[in-house]
């Protein structure tokens, strides 16, 4: 015969009712607190066996016990609307890639760029496209609205621009820089070696 709250023999002796002679002699599967009538010392707010009275649930590195909810991740902001059918940066209103076309001056480079950014004045859309020449190319970059707030963050930092090559129509995307660094890059590019 076994006694169901200890696991041990029937019979078994104790200093309290239903108390685990393990708990009692520091035998196996003893707390280290010792256990005397199934209480966990230092511990009467009826928490979990090892908290201390008036600890939240959880352990004690802050997470949450058991079956608590988890706390809910930081809202991702919503994804951007799609661009509209035959706006698509970088395609033809058919759907297809851009064709390679050797721009014959700042006007027709500002043409070609059309293609690789919204269309302006398009909800998000730039308010302009900017045509920068230079001896190798034209550099093509979107103008934005001024933000509201000039002390905010920008809403989606980053983005990029292009440069169309006046020998072949090459488009190569820089980063968002002034005209003068986005250059220079381009430069070390499309030339890699040289400075």
């Keep these: 015969m076994t006694d169901s709250a200890s ?6 002796t104790g200093d309290t009712p239903g108390a685990s002679p393990q708990g009692n002699t520091g035998g196996p599967g003893a707390s280290p607190q010792g ?7 230092g511990n009467t707010a009826g ?4 908290e201390a009275a008036g600890s939240p649930p959880g352990d004690t590195a802050g997470n949450p016990a058991a079956g608590s909810p988890p706390k ?9 609307p799609p661009y509209p059918p035959g706006a698509v940066p ?7 890639p851009v064709q390679q076309v050797v721009p014959t001056s700042a006007e027709h480079a500002r ?5 690789y950014f919204p269309p302006v004045g398009s909800p998000d859309g730039p308010v302009s496209i900017l045509v920068h020449e230079f001896d190798e190319g034209y550099l093509v970059q979107a103008g934005w609205p001024a933000p509201e ?3 905010a963050l920008p809403s989606s930092p980053g ?6 090559a006046k020998s072949d129509g090459e488009v190569t995307y820089v980063p968002n820089f002034p005209p003068e660094p986005a250059i220079e890059l381009y430069r070390r590019i499309r030339h890699p070696g040289t400075s």
Excluded at 7 to 12: F, I, K, T
Excluded at 35 to 41: D, E, L, N, P
Excluded at 47 to 50: A, D, R, S
């Design 111 to 115: 043409d070609i760029g059309r293609a």
């Design 7 to 12: 696991g041990g023999p029937g019979g078994a």
């Design 159 to 164: 983005g990029a621009n292009i440069v169309i």
């Design 149 to 151: 707030d000039p002390t």
């Design 35 to 41: 256990t005397t009538g199934g209480a966990t010392s």
């Design 90 to 96: 970088g395609q033809q209103p058919s759907g297809g």
């Design 47 to 50: 928490g979990q066996p090892g």
């Design 72 to 80: 809910a991740a930081p809202a991702q902001p919503p994804l951007p």
